[in-house]
Protein backbone atom coordinates (compact mmCIF):
# COMPACT_ATOMS: atom_id res chain seq x y z
CA UNK A 1 0.00 0.00 0.00
CA UNK A 2 1.17 3.23 -0.71
CA UNK A 3 3.05 5.64 2.22
CA UNK A 4 3.04 9.24 2.51
CA UNK A 5 6.46 9.87 3.21
CA UNK A 6 7.51 13.09 3.20
CA UNK A 7 3.80 14.51 3.09
CA UNK A 8 3.57 16.27 6.19
CA UNK A 9 0.94 15.37 8.79
CA UNK A 10 -0.54 18.98 9.81
CA UNK A 11 -4.09 20.16 8.08
CA UNK A 12 -3.52 21.81 4.82
CA UNK A 13 -5.76 23.09 1.72
CA UNK A 14 -4.70 20.11 -0.26
CA UNK A 15 -5.22 16.44 0.07
CA UNK A 16 -5.22 13.07 -2.39
CA UNK A 17 -7.65 10.29 -2.88
CA UNK A 18 -6.33 7.00 -4.00
CA UNK A 19 -8.03 4.32 -5.98
CA UNK A 20 -6.30 1.06 -5.77
CA UNK A 21 -6.53 -1.81 -8.55
CA UNK A 22 -7.76 -4.07 -6.05
CA UNK A 23 -11.03 -2.32 -5.63
CA UNK A 24 -10.13 -0.34 -2.41
CA UNK A 25 -9.84 3.91 -2.02
CA UNK A 26 -7.91 6.14 0.19
CA UNK A 27 -9.22 9.90 1.36
CA UNK A 28 -5.73 11.02 3.05
CA UNK A 29 -6.17 13.82 5.30
CA UNK A 30 -5.53 17.05 3.71
CA UNK A 31 -1.23 17.97 3.95
CA UNK A 32 -0.32 20.09 0.97
CA UNK A 33 -0.23 23.68 1.35
CA UNK A 34 -0.47 24.24 -2.66
CA UNK A 35 -2.13 22.05 -5.49
CA UNK A 36 1.01 21.65 -7.03
CA UNK A 37 3.06 20.09 -3.86
CA UNK A 38 -0.27 17.30 -4.24
CA UNK A 39 0.44 16.74 -7.75
CA UNK A 40 3.88 16.57 -7.55
CA UNK A 41 4.00 14.36 -4.38
CA UNK A 42 1.69 11.75 -6.82
CA UNK A 43 4.51 12.19 -9.48
CA UNK A 44 6.82 11.54 -7.29
CA UNK A 45 5.72 8.88 -4.80
CA UNK A 46 2.72 7.04 -6.08
CA UNK A 47 3.17 6.94 -9.95
CA UNK A 48 5.53 4.12 -9.72
CA UNK A 49 3.11 1.95 -7.45
CA UNK A 50 1.84 -0.95 -9.53
CA UNK A 51 -1.19 -0.82 -6.75
CA UNK A 52 -2.61 2.52 -7.63
CA UNK A 53 -4.91 3.29 -10.23
CA UNK A 54 -5.70 6.57 -10.00
CA UNK A 55 -5.79 9.69 -7.79
CA UNK A 56 -8.58 12.92 -7.32
CA UNK A 57 -7.05 15.85 -5.77
CA UNK A 58 -9.01 17.46 -2.72
CA UNK A 59 -9.47 20.75 -2.09
CA UNK A 60 -10.76 21.51 1.49
CA UNK A 61 -13.90 24.03 2.14
CA UNK A 62 -15.10 24.80 5.27
CA UNK A 63 -16.89 21.78 6.35
CA UNK A 64 -16.60 19.52 3.16
CA UNK A 65 -13.49 18.33 0.70
CA UNK A 66 -13.99 18.83 -2.96
CA UNK A 67 -12.76 16.71 -5.66
CA UNK A 68 -11.21 18.84 -7.94
CA UNK A 69 -8.96 16.95 -10.98
CA UNK A 70 -8.53 13.25 -11.29
CA UNK A 71 -5.08 11.96 -12.97
CA UNK A 72 -4.92 8.37 -13.94
CA UNK A 73 -1.73 6.22 -13.78
CA UNK A 74 -1.74 7.56 -17.72
CA UNK A 75 -1.24 11.16 -17.04
CA UNK A 76 1.47 10.38 -14.39
CA UNK A 77 4.03 8.89 -16.68
Known amino acids: ?3 FVGASTRCAPWGLWIWFKDGRDY ?3 CRFD ?3 DAENYAHK ?3 SSD ?3 K ?3 LRR ?3 KRERIKFITR ?3 V
Do not use: S
Open 1 to 3: MAR
Open 27 to 29: ETA
Open 34 to 36: AQG
Open 45 to 47: HLA
Open 51 to 53: EVE
Open 55 to 57: FAL
Open 61 to 63: RPG
Open 74 to 76: NDL
